[in-house]
């Protein structure tokens, strides 16, 4: 029974499965914008169904933010496009088109009655749970949108919702008893963790000078760069309570928690106030940007920085990286304060010297002799894992939060359960962060107590993975009957 369980704990670990489909009017904080190679108000069409520029760039702006918060509010524009959030947004977009263009073949349509209740209903646009047309204009200017454009896209993306409604289907008992069997298991195992603490080893000279030659190309210096620096302060700009009550009123989508919920006027008036004078202060930095530009105002600092120092922003940097010596690059924001820098010298990174790199060198080779370590000494304990003293555990479940297994800290335990409850094994070998857990299972139970929450959790997730199973493969029928027609590249 054990051992058929572990074989087919993928199809039971219910809190794995999640089903969601995103659509363009799913949140509203538009924070980065993508610039494609076309000036074509289109840049793909699938079906009958175009895609514009304008909704590739909120769907991209959507995403960006949603990644930024995970980023805890560090993500740039470089990290983004490694993610290829482009891509993911241009994807999204294409999805939804495939499902518009069978919609409408099917001949589902959204009344203008039913569009303005979808608008009225979304929370960015409520002040105190009714419908604020300020709010909606605001955001409509803010987004440099028409109207009929925006509720173009949101009477499509109901369309869309109307369609994935006919796709909602009821749970057999069986599956909901699978998904239960997967909230409820329990395992009891004997186990033993290895980490590198526990490890020891030493490192010989000559071993990690050989270690340096075979990795020189990861030992470089920092590229350095001589800047000069004009300093534009925003801070004795006057605004008034009341210019700054407005301020927020038009941009208040922009201000919201971890969460995405919109914060109070109080709890961010600071805030709002700095922005506000940032803005107004945007001519007083571009007449020292002149100035400096034509010789006639000397720069405030002279300095010389390691690429990425934070002094100035991921934002700023990524712009002197796209520029050369003797560049001059226009106001940019840090703070309260302008930045306009001029570029003296670039010095390029070189390979550093076995000296220069002893010490970053000495600690990366510990590291990976540590790894090795604890890979060897995991690997020999499972194959004598009936004849090694184990700590025992008592029964474990999936989503229990308060369980600690020593040496693992609680997160890394919740980590080693995710990956038991998955695992098909009955034995074996488990990674969590820099440590191996080395396990065999001893006994399997399931908690029959009765609970409506759960029972009412299970039915819920059974059926969102039934209708996402039934959207996916909609989905990839709808791709082999819709043509897609790219306009532009680098959305692939």
Do not use: C
Request: charged share 30%.
């Amino acid at each position: 029974m054990i051992d058929w369980m572990q074989r087919h704990n993928r199809y039971l670990v219910w809190t794995i499965w999640i089903a969601t489909i995103a659509f363009i009017g799913a949140g509203f904080v538009g924070w980065g914008t993508y610039k494609f190679g076309s000036k074509t108000s289109s840049i793909a069409k699938v079906g009958d169904v175009e895609i514009s520029r304008q909704q590739l760039n909120m769907a991209y702006g959507n995403l960006f933010e949603q990644y930024n918060r995970m980023f805890g509010g560090k993500l740039d524009k470089e990290q983004a496009k490694k993610l290829g959030l482009a891509q993911q947004a241009f994807a999204q977009l294409k999805n939804e088109a495939l499902l518009i263009n069978f919609a409408k073949e099917l001949g589902l349509r959204v009344s203008d009655e039913e569009l303005a209740e979808e608008i009225a209903s979304m929370p960015a646009f409520q002040n105190q749970g009714k419908f604020d047309e300020g709010l909606y204009d605001a955001f409509i200017r803010s987004r440099g949108i028409s109207k009929k454009s925006f509720e173009s896209m949101m009477r499509d993306n109901a369309v869309v919702k109307k369609l994935l409604t006919m796709l909602k289907v009821d749970p057999y008992p069986f599956e909901e008893n699978v998904v239960k069997a997967a909230a409820t298991v329990r395992d009891k195992i004997a186990y033993k963790i290895f980490s590198p603490s526990d490890m020891n080893v030493s490192v010989d000279e000559k071993a990690l000078r050989q270690y340096w030659e075979e990795h020189k190309d990861a030992f470089l210096t920092r590229e350095r760069y001589k800047l000069e620096i004009v300093w534009t302060d925003t801070d004795d700009v006057n605004v008034s309570d009341k210019e700054i009550k407005r301020y927020y009123d038009e941009n208040s989508f922009n201000y919201t928690d971890a969460k995405g919920k919109q914060l109070d006027f109080e709890d961010v008036k600071d805030l709002v106030e700095r922005d506000l004078k940032v803005k107004r202060g945007k001519r007083k930095a571009q007449k020292a940007y002149i100035a400096f530009k034509k010789g006639k105002r000397k720069a405030d600092e002279k300095i010389a920085l390691p690429l990425g120092d934070a002094k100035l922003t991921p934002q700023l940097w990524q712009e002197i990286r796209t520029h050369k010596e003797g560049d001059i690059i226009k106001p940019k924001v840090i703070g309260s304060y302008y930045a306009t820098v001029k570029i003296d010298s670039i010095q390029k990174p070189r390979l550093q010297s076995f000296e220069e790199a002893h010490d970053k060198a000495k600690a990366t080779y510990l590291v990976e002799l540590h790894k090795n370590a604890v890979i060897k000494a995991a690997e020999e304990a499972l194959k004598n894992i009936d004849n090694i003293k184990l700590a025992h555990s008592d029964f474990l479940a999936l989503n229990d939060t308060t369980v600690n297994l020593p040496p693992l800290n609680r997160q890394e335990t919740l980590q080693f359960l995710q990956k038991l409850f998955t695992s098909k094994e009955e034995k074996g070998m488990i990674s969590v962060s820099d440590k191996i857990a080395v396990y065999k299972i001893e006994a399997q139970q399931f908690d029959n107590a009765k609970d409506d929450n759960l029972t009412k959790q299970v039915e819920k997730t059974t059926r969102a993975i039934k209708e996402q199973s039934l959207v996916s493969k909609l989905i990839e029928s709808l791709r082999k009957r819709y043509e897609t027609k790219l306009y532009v590249g680098g959305l692939k």
